[in-house]
């Protein structure tokens, strides 16, 4: 462009001769094709490194650096993780836990303030909750609390499914775990076969999970300010059936 030229033109049009509109980051650059990506991956001696490169020759100017390459490829592949839905059925399963929070209880007689354990139990299919305060996380704690989770829902269900804490499992597996006397016996006398949850998978009892943060959320953080004074250990049910959802509070022993 000369000066004759650029005295003819307006403001306007020598901004658009001089500077090209912004061309958005998308529209220079081709996305990889991470499929074949992670196809490639499950080769042996195939990394990320060389897809790269095959990928910047292919389309040289328009391919992305390395580590943004990187970061698509492993943002997409987060994406694939998988994970089986449980179909539940009445009456088929019951989830048992202890929660992770305490609640303090104050001894009626001496005043001393004692930090009880919250067992939580939730049938698969309807959610009906059933959660009670123990001393401690010992296999009669466990069993005791299992036995009162039975008898508050008025029923056995065909399947216990438990974590593998050391008071029910003799020796914890992934595939076949070995329960404690008490715990068999318990599963004898009420015909109630027990399947373990596989440890460090959460999904496997994703029910009580759930069941465990309503608790905290309902009846601990309610309790957080003064300790419950009561000379025995106190029992919370939660019914959260279809057409109804109500809060049950007794006092028991422990």
């Known amino acids: 462009m000369d000066w004759a030229l650029a005295q ?10 001089l500077y090209k509109p912004p061309v958005a980051r998308a529209s220079r650059h081709l996305e990889p094709d991470h499929a074949h990506i992670h196809r490639e991956l499950r080769r042996p001696g195939v990394t990320l490194q060389l897809l790269w490169e095959e990928y910047q020759q292919q389309h040289s100017g328009q391919a992305y650096k390395y580590s943004a390459f990187c970061e698509k490829y492993k943002a997409w ?8 839905r449980q179909t539940h059925m009445a009456g088929d399963k019951l989830f048992v836990d202890y929660a992770g929070q305490t609640v303090p209880i104050v001894d009626a007689d001496t005043g001393e303030i004692r930090q ?7 049938l698969g299919a309807s959610n009906y909750t059933y959660a ?22 008025g029923g056995v269900p065909r399947l216990l499914v438990p974590d593998q804490p050391r008071a029910l499992m003799a020796r914890a597996d992934r595939y076949e775990p070995t329960a404690h006397r008490l715990l068999e016996e318990l599963s004898a006398h009420y015909s109630l076969a027990v399947m373990p949850a596989r440890p460090a998978k959460p999904r496997d009892k994703s029910k ?29 049910g939660r019914s959260n059936c279809a057409r109804q959802d109500s809060w049950i509070m007794t006092v028991q022993g422990c």
């Open 8 to 17: 003819s033109l307006s403001d306007e049009e020598l901004q658009a001769r």
């Open 132 to 153: 009670c305060a123990t001393a401690s996380q010992k296999a009669a704690d466990w069993v005791a609390s299992i036995m009162g989770a039975l008898e508050f829902i």
């Open 77 to 84: 592949a987060r994406g694939l993780k998988r994970s089986m």
């Open 208 to 236: 009580v999970e759930v069941a465990v943060q309503v608790v905290e959320r309902w009846i601990l953080a309610r309790l957080r300010h003064p300790p419950m004074a009561t000379p025995k250990c106190s029992t919370y």
């Open 116 to 122: 009880a354990q919250v067992f939580v139990a939730v």
